[in-house]
């Protein structure tokens, strides 16, 4: 699910997400149980179960699953999920925050550690990374449902921050205190995003030569594929060249 960054877009072209289906499934199915738990079974009330299934449904997520996932949420009292965040750095000293849901903390914290030292990587402390991101809303629009002029006039009629328009989608930038009130104002003219949620965004990012580059997606790849992590987000920079060249 990292699927919010750039890298994870070209492991997607890659073609390795099919493999990866039923590890997708689990990942967005833990993440509607953990909202539905957390908050109303019923999207309208609840924002982050809304988000969840929104991207659920783009994940082509069958309904059935979906509305399983949130009966999961009152029907086993004991299962609870922790939110864990972790923050390191991999090869070649890449800033790294990982957001994960799971039910055995001993368990993800080992096999984070160890995919950190396995790519020469360090699994640091809270705050050891952090500080170089940015927590934001982010909310990713299709091209096809909205023009460039039309959708930075509903950035500034909304209230969100900023609009970058490249490749295929829309790139809409929003406070996170503001996020769930834009994004509803949002909805209204766009009922189909790619993704929306809070991100953490880097301040810089790093460039590497493409050897480099293929190493640190090889470890942010292995990162995403383990069952308890949800989200991972990196400060390394990708060029539009790379990216064709590694996924034709």
Known sequence: MAGHSHWAGIKHKKGRADK?????????SKEITVAAKLGSKDPHKNPRLRSAIQAARIANIPKENI????????ANKNLNYNS?????????????IIEALTDNKNRTASNIRTIFQKFGGNLGESGATS???KQVGVIRVDKKKI????ILELVINSGA??????????????????????KLKIEKRIKEFISSGIEWKPINKISLDKE????VLNFLETLDEDDDVQHVYAN???????TEEISA
């Open 161 to 182: 921050d900023d609009c970058k328009s490249e490749g295929q989608s829309h790139e809409v930038i929003i406070k996170k205190d503001n996020f769930y009130k834009v």
């Open 212 to 215: 480099k580059t293929k190493i």
């Open 20 to 28: 990866q289906r039923s590890k997708i499934f689990s990942k967005f």
């Open 84 to 96: 864990l965040m972790y923050e390191g750095f991999g090869p070649e000293k890449i800033a790294v």
């Open 147 to 150: 023009s460039d002029n039309d």
């Open 236 to 242: 390394l920079e990708i060029g539009d060249n790379f």
């Open 131 to 133: 500080h170089q991101f």
């Open 67 to 74: 509305e399983r996932a949130i009966s999961r949420s009152g």
